[in-house]
């Protein structure tokens, strides 16, 4: 079964200019997220997306956003990239299931997109 | 807000001995995950802990889940180098939140051969 597909891999970006992310989940998930990854911030949760729809957003400014398509296939778009976007930016498969008469899920990240912004 | 936190933040240990990652949050959660991450790479999903008194192992890893002390341990038994990693917790937010995780600062565990 093919895992979270992230690319692309590797970007470096120059300051004022824009980058789109792409994310491609495991067959059959409908969830997204997205996360952002730096040394000083650790993990910050930046939104996840439901059948093409806005679920759950984090603290980060208007200059991110994202849309997922009716493939479940989730893109995310930064714009006016600044320094402090550098970072490794991670998508999360997710799929609730249950397990003792509980509700749960469990999300499956992928590999990451290191942006570089210079 | 939640809040979660990890201690120690870095961990060196001998190959052979024991150790315990906490992991406490501030607000109820009915899910708590660990996570390991190698150096460039992915978050590699460990455990699921759903409901109180949860217990989980996996070879050398164990994990239990408190709700009511809002407590998370990961027990490692007689360390191998292979463990050498980061490892997160991450909590996920009370129902009607979807899967929004809030992340420990991780715990840098260096196993020493």
């Known amino acids: 079964k093919a895992g979270v597909t992230q690319t692309p891999r590797y970007l470096i970006k120059t300051r004022g200019q824009q980058v789109t992310l792409s994310c491609s989940p495991i067959?059959?998930?409908?969830?997204v997220s997205w996360y952002q990854q730096t040394p000083g911030q650790g993990l910050q949760f930046l939104f996840e997306y439901f059948s093409e729809t806005q679920r759950n957003k984090g603290n980060f400014p208007g200059r991110f956003s994202g849309r997922q398509f009716s493939n479940s296939r989730s893109e995310m778009n930064v714009s006016t990239l600044e320094l402090g976007d550098s970072a490794l930016y991670l998508c999360?498969?997710?799929?609730?299931?249950?397990?003792?008469?509980?509700?749960?899920?469990?999300?499956?990240f992928g590999q990451g997109t290191r942006l570089t912004v210079v | 807000e939640l809040k979660v936190e990890q201690n120690p933040l870095f961990l060196s240990m001998q190959e052979g001995k024991n150790y315990t990652i906490y992991c406490n949050y501030s607000t109820t959660s009915d899910r708590l995950y660990w996570y390991r991450q190698d150096p460039g790479k992915s978050l590699e999903s460990l455990f699921v802990?759903?409901?109180?008194?949860a217990v989980k192992q996996e070879g050398r890893l164990m994990a239990s889940l408190d709700t009511k002390a809002r407590l998370s341990t990961l027990h490692i038994t007689a360390a191998v180098h292979d463990l050498s990693a980061t490892y997160f917790c991450a909590v996920a937010l009370q129902k009607g939140d979807g899967n929004k995780l809030v992340f420990g600062a991780g715990t840098i565990l260096r196993v020493k051969s």
């Open positions: 802990l759903l409901s109180n008194g």
């Open positions: 067959s059959g998930h409908r969830s």
């Open positions: 999360a498969s997710s799929l609730t299931f249950y397990r003792g008469g509980r509700m749960s899920t469990e999300a499956f």
